[in-house]
């Protein structure tokens, strides 16, 4: 136990999560309790229940445990490992003076022991500074981990203050990190560049539109200013897209570039065009070599490494195409480390932008 940090304040990093392992039984129990958040298949209670229950995990999971196996790193899970990896070097370069762990949504470890290992570094903690591995604001991302921390501080923590860092989409920090490390993947032989964002149902966004009137329910809505676009996680995609091509200069570039969603589940409309879509697509219209980028997670994962660099490889070469390059997520990379130190020292300074969530 390392009781020398001297800060009252802990960073506590939670991404998605993974199964313990790539076994069928592993991948079941991390499906159901992902499939039955309310917040991902937001159906009710028991229609959910018998969905997951009844149909999806008598299916799934042998399908997705070969999908992870596909995937599957020596050391584990890659998105477990790598956000141990992010951990690791954001511990290093702040040293003793704010206690740093992570946490899962999902499987483990949970944010429950995220803010044990906190207090075990430092018995002193007051406030935990929790920032969602998730640049855009959805329901079944940011809002379920707000949701599930506030649960974990009020029945467990609830001497302790949660504060949480607020979608960075468009933070210039960010974007920065963002597209240098896109970077030295842009090189002149591409024709197109996808930026594939996760996608959800359409209801999703029509349900946090705070003015009831504006997603999807106006022309070319994500471009047209409202207080709405604060929890619309197409416009954040849009305008990450959109930064992103302004710091990188895109438009100059040799390829074109465009937005897709990937991920569908079940029959209800969700965000398009659907990213094996525009694969199929562009590599009918002549496309010969793409690169796609995953903006919308931070580690690379089952829906980057499987989903885009495995099966939207092999979608898009059975289409007429040629190459896919599967561009890796921000992951470690050393600009994006900075930016998590920024923030960690910004909340240890009390200085503005952080946003204070009660646990009551």
């Known amino acids: 136990m390392n009781q020398t940090t001297k800060s009252k304040i802990g960073i506590l990093l939670v991404n998605l999560g993974s199964p313990d392992t790539y076994e069928p039984a592993d991948v079941k129990e991390y499906l159901r309790e992902f499939l039955l958040d309310e917040r991902v298949i937001d159906l009710p209670k028991p229609l959910r229940k018998l969905l997951v229950e009844g149909i999806i995990l008598n ?55 995220g803010i044990e290992d906190l207090l075990e570094e430092n018995l002193n903690l007051e406030e935990v500074f929790l920032i969602p591995l998730y640049p855009q604001y959805a329901m079944a991302t940011t809002e379920t981990v707000t949701e599930k921390a506030k649960e974990v501080f009020k029945k467990y923590f609830s001497h302790l203050k949660l504060r949480l860092k607020n979608p960075f989409y468009n933070d210039p920090d960010y974007i920065k990190a963002l597209g240098e490390s896109m970077r030295p993947h842009l090189t002149d ?33 994500c471009n047209v200013t409202s207080v709405a676009h604060t929890y619309c996680y197409r416009h954040h995609d849009i305008m990450t897209t959109k930064n992103v091509a302004e710091y990188l200069n895109l438009d100059s570039m040799s390829f074109t570039y465009s937005n897709a969603f990937q991920s569908k589940l079940g029959i209800d409309p969700w965000l398009t065009p659907a990213t094996d879509k525009e694969l199929e697509r562009l590599a009918e219209e002549g496309i010969k070599k793409v690169a796609v980028v995953c903006p919308a997670f931070i580690s690379d994962c089952i829906e980057t490494l499987e989903e885009i660099g495995i099966r939207g490889e092999e979608e898009f070469m059975q289409a007429g195409g040629k190459e896919l390059k599967l561009i890796p997520c921000i992951n470690d990379h050393n600009l994006w480390i900075q930016t998590l130190e920024k923030w960690s020292l910004t909340v240890l300074n009390k200085e503005n932008g952080i946003k204070e969530i009660t646990t009551t």
């Open 59 to 113: 299916i799934r999971p042998k399908e997705s445990g070969e999908a992870y196996e596909l995937i599957w790193w020596d050391e584990g899970s890659p998105l477990i490992v790598i956000t141990e990896q992010v951990r690791n070097k954001l511990k290093n370069r702040l040293g003793n003076k704010i206690p740093v762990s992570i946490g899962m949504r999902y499987g483990n470890p949970s944010i429950k022991k």
């Open 189 to 221: 032989d591409i024709d197109h560049l996808i930026f594939s964002y996760h996608g959800v149902p359409e209801r999703h966004i029509k349900k946090r539109d705070i003015t009831g009137k504006h997603c999807l329910k106006c022309d070319d809505c």
